[in-house]
């Protein structure tokens, strides 16, 4: 995702100065309420609503993030299989 991000923002010509990196979108989201910068997140996490944090959708950001589903290779329980495949037949 980092990689995705400053490639859309230098793609803009806006070269970042990057003063904090959390591995958590709550905490992300947090520091930008406290006024300490912006962040591009994904469109679900708009449903963390908090005081002073305004949600503006990119134009013509076109840019795609690769994911992957990770689970224990042992594990076969009928649940996971179920939501295995929704996501595999979502891509």
Known sequence: ???????LMRDAGVEPH???????????????????GVA?????VTALTLDGVAYLPLAGAGARVELAVAHRADRAEPHLAR???IIRSAF
């Open 18 to 36: 990057i003063r904090h990196e959390v591995g958590e979108t709550s905490t992300l989201v947090t520091l930008v309420a406290g006024g300490l």
């Open 40 to 44: 591009v997140v994904p469109e679900p």
């Open 1 to 7: 995702m980092y990689d995705v991000v400053l490639g």
């Open 83 to 85: 939501t295995v495949g």
